[in-house]
Structure formats: C-alpha cells, structure tokens
C-alpha cells in the first residue's frame, strides 16, 4: 500500500462549481497535513495546512482532516479557471523534516 | 514575498556528467531541502540540510548526490555522474522555523541525453 494516495484526476468541472480533492494516507504518525497548487513546471505553492484532524477554512478553500479514516479533503467553492492547476497533498508527522506527497490530481475549471 | 530561487531553469547535460543545481532560499531559513519530480510522477524528498550537515536522505540520495551550502546565501545539488534516470524537475526548498513553512523555488527542469 502507498504511503499517500491520490486520484490523479483529470478532475474538469465548469466555472462555479464545488471541487473536492482528497487524499488517503497508511502512516498514522502523520500529524501536519498540507495541500499545495503546481502550475505546470513551476515549483508546490503552499495553499493550506492542518494539524491533526478538525476543518481550517480560508477563504473559497476548506481543508478537512479525519485520522479516524486517514482521509483529508480540500474543498474549492465557486471555483474559477484560474484554479486550473495540480494540487499535491503532502503531510509529515511533524518532528521529522521530510514532506510525503501524493501524486496530485489535475483540475481543470473550464467557462 | 520572499521567494527561493533556483537556477539555472533548464539544463542538458550527457549522461556520466557532472552538474551542479544552485538554490538561493530565503535568507532567515533555516531548513534546506531537495525534491525531484520525474515528469507524471509524485514529489519525492531526496534530502534535507540544517546547522549544515544532511539531517535525512531518501534512498534515492546516494552516493552520486551531494549536498552544500558554500557560503551564507547559496545551497547546491551535485551530481556527480549524471545518469538517464536522474532526468526530472528539482526543487529547492526552504523551511523557518514554523513546521508549515516550506517554500519551493520554481524549479531546476534536468535533461540527461
């Protein structure tokens, strides 16, 4: 079994719509969990981050943590065409440095 | 914003070379790190750097890899003799002292021909 896993998408939905992205993970030591947007060759670009399990919401993005389930979500309201972009959760038990990444899914928000 | 920036952007190089990947991060950082993605694959950690000694490395991270941090600004991935399969984006990051606060550079996109 895969440490992170991630539906790789391509995820299309049109202009408006709710997304949501998740991710399962095997690892209970995970504590810090992460979700990052890429842009086609360029570097992650840190969206959101939770510790341990609960809701954090920012603006159109809500991040949900369940370690009953290993399971946490990124939730996109009225998204736009320029969230069109991979989005890669990643997660670390904390007092170690490496992040573990999934393999991200591909949204495209289309007019 | 403080960004981390890495050059060169792209670079071609025949196998069994030698390159040099350069990495300026944020300069109150104190935590360094190096990840590859091969195209359509997943971000894997290759190795993280504080008080400038590798704290982790990844098994990808052997002995043709070398870390460095030269002077106070610039951080570097050497290979040393560059093979086929080490084709792939690098990235830089950067971490303070906060868990959360990773940045990544935008990339070094490595060809090995």
């Known amino acids: 079994q895969k440490e992170v896993e991630q539906d790789p998408g391509p995820l299309s939905v049109p202009e408006g719509a709710i997304v949501s992205l998740n991710c399962t993970y095997s690892?209970?030591?995970?504590?810090?969990f992460m979700w990052y947007r890429q842009y086609s060759r360029k570097g992650p670009e840190l969206l959101m981050y939770?510790?341990?399990?609960g809701n954090k919401e920012d603006g159109r993005f809500t991040a949900q943590v369940d370690k009953s389930s290993k399971y946490i979500s990124l939730f996109i309201r009225d998204s736009q065409p320029s969230d069109s972009a991979t989005y890669l959760c990643a997660m670390n038990p904390g007092t170690a440095s490496k992040l573990t990444f999934g393999t991200g899914t591909r949204l495209q928000v289309t007019l | 914003e403080p960004e981390v920036t890495q050059t060169p952007s792209h670079q071609v190089t025949q196998m069994g070379q030698e390159v040099i990947l350069r990495c300026v991060p944020i300069?109150?950082?104190?935590?360094f790190y190096w990840y590859r993605q091969i195209l359509g694959q997943k971000v894997e950690f290759l190795v993280s750097f504080y008080n400038n000694e590798i704290s982790e490395k990844s098994e990808i991270f052997d002995d043709q890899f070398s870390v460095e941090r030269p002077d106070g600004s610039n951080f570097t991935l050497k290979i040393r003799s560059t093979k086929l399969e080490d084709s792939a984006m690098y990235f830089c990051?950067?971490?303070?002292?906060?868990?959360?606060?990773?940045?990544f550079g935008s990339g070094t996109r490595l060809t090995v021909v």
């Open positions: 300069s109150n950082h104190l935590y």
């Open positions: 690892n209970s030591a995970f504590q810090y």
């Open positions: 990051a950067s971490r303070g002292t906060g868990v959360y606060g990773y940045t």
């Open positions: 939770t510790y341990s399990s």
